[in-house]
């Protein structure tokens, strides 16, 4: 079962080149922590991670959120993951036909395919979302997470939407790091990674219908790989130290997961 098998043996089961690294770092730094820095600001966000970045396996981004980006911004983030050794995941979320999509990652302000190891997509509009992200040729190393379920109150994804969803992916097998998903039936390939937002310490909800689950479920019954946490750490008094305690909590569970 995927689940059970620890970081170190399922790098070696990927197919991706992101999965197989991310796999690898979360093994060498023990942390299964991403942290969403969900913040306006570039120079908050390069602060932060300056403190917390080496607490974490990923750090996703929503650039698009940002209101001083210049190109010098990125410079900076991707000195920062190679110093302190996370990846980094654009949560863009591509949703359009494939042609626009490749126009999207590749061009524009932002030029994501330069930098991000990493971006999330929807399976809505059909494979050609994948065929395009997967022509692009000016990266050395890519891939893409499949959202397959979110964490959203109400949202419209069905149970055949994810499956069909899981299916798409295994056409993929060299681009598709894994899936953002919510439960631990959703795929088994041990190679994938099962990316999981909607965490905080204590399970609650937002105004806007985000739902939150502590880390035990996610981890421990719902088979979270990596942990998505962006208020829970963004938002409180000492950010640094709140990343240190969720860092903790998400691999005292992985470890008791993993050893039975
Ligand atoms: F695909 C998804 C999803 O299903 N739920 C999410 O919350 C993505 N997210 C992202 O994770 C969302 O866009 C935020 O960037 C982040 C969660 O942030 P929070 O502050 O921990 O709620």
């Not at 681009?175 to 990674?193: A, H, M, R, S, Y």
Request: proline share 3%.
């Amino acid at each position: 079962e995927r689940v059970l098998l620890p970081y170190e043996k399922r790098a070696k089961l990927a197919t991706n080149a992101v999965a197989k690294q991310l796999f690898d770092i979360m093994a060498i730094k023990k942390t299964n922590l991403c942290l969403s820095v969900d913040l306006t600001s570039s120079t908050k966000i390069l602060d932060l991670l300056e403190k917390v970045g080496e607490h974490v396996c990923l750090v996703k981004t929503h650039i698009d959120i940002i209101e001083d980006y210049t190109s010098e911004f990125i410079l900076q983030l991707k000195q920062l993951a190679q110093r302190l050794n996370f990846l980094i995941l654009e949560d863009r979320k591509y949703a359009d036909i494939g042609n626009t999509v490749l126009l999207q990652y590749s061009k524009g302000l932002y030029k994501v395919e330069q930098w991000a190891d990493s971006v999330t997509c929807h399976s809505l509009p059909g494979e050609g979302i994948l065929k395009a992200l997967n022509s692009s040729t000016n990266v050395i190393s890519r891939g893409v997470f499949l959202l397959a379920e979110m964490s959203s109150e109400g949202n419209l994804i069905t149970p055949d939407y994810t499956e069909a969803t899981v299916k798409m992916a295994a056409k993929y097998p060299e681009l598709i790091t894994g899936f953002v998903c919510q439960k631990k039936d959703t795929f088994k390939d041990p190679g994938l990674i099962q990316l999981t937002p909607g965490v905080q310490l204590e399970s609650s909800k937002d105004e806007l219908g985000q739902v939150y689950n502590t880390p035990e479920k996610v981890i421990l019954e719902n088979g979270a790989d990596v942990i998505v946490v962006g208020r829970g750490i963004v938002a409180a008094k000492n950010p640094e130290s709140q990343a240190i305690i969720y860092k903790d909590t998400l691999w005292r569970c992985y470890m008791k997961r993993v050893s039975g």
